[in-house]
């Protein structure tokens, strides 16, 4: 029974012949991947792995020089903002002192138009008085001399009575 067990076995119990044909093809085929293929794979992976572990390498490097830039740039950036505010504040003094300046001189102006245009109506006030005083005189003695029904423009330019009579308006005049 042991026997008749023996040759039932089959695939576990593989015919010679075919058995090493196998063994030799596996050998050849596992010497033709060992010795060709798998050192050339293995290559191509450390070649793969060592060109990522430079580009991983040179990737952090970029990223460095960029966050190194960047904070450059920043402080730029607060450097130059805080130079536009510098700025700004001069720009505001100096038109603060610019305005004081142009009102003061126009207050100036002002001033001196004002005392010029004084001067002005006093001189032709001065002027219109005088004028007035002449032809205030001369129409007083006219009708004077119509109402005594003689000449008096002799006698009053000799005692000077219209002088005195205008004089004493002045003096009674109230004064602004």
């Known amino acids: 029974m042991a026997m008749n067990l023996a040759l039932d076995l089959g695939p576990l119990k593989p015919e010679t012949q075919p058995f090493i044909v196998g063994l030799v093809l596996f050998a050849l085929t596992f010497v033709l991947l060992a010795k060709g293929i ?3 794979i ?4 450390v070649e793969r792995e060592a060109a990522t572990d430079g580009r991983f390498e040179e990737a ?9 830039i960047h904070a450059e740039y920043q402080e730029l950036l607060a450097e130059a ?9 001069e720009a505001v003094e100096q038109g603060t ?3 004081a300046e ?3 001189e126009g207050l100036r102006q002002r001033e001196e138009i004002i005392s010029a245009g004084h001067a002005v109506i006093d001189a032709e006030r ?5 004028e007035l005083r002449e032809q205030v005189g001369a129409l007083a003695t006219q ?12 006698f009053a330019r000799e005692s000077g009575v219209v002088d005195r009579f205008l004089e004493e308006m002045r003096a009674a005049e109230p004064r602004g």
């Open 42 to 45: 293995n290559k191509v992976l």
């Open 143 to 154: 009708l004077a001399g119509r109402i005594v029904g003689e000449p008096v423009e002799d």
């Open 97 to 99: 002192e610019i305005i």
């Open 38 to 40: 798998l050192p050339r």
């Open 81 to 89: 903002r805080h130079e536009a505010a510098r700025l700004r504040q």
């Open 102 to 104: 142009l009102r003061a």
């Open 126 to 130: 001065a002027v219109a008085e005088a």
């Open 60 to 68: 952090d490097e970029i990223r460095a020089e960029a966050a190194r």
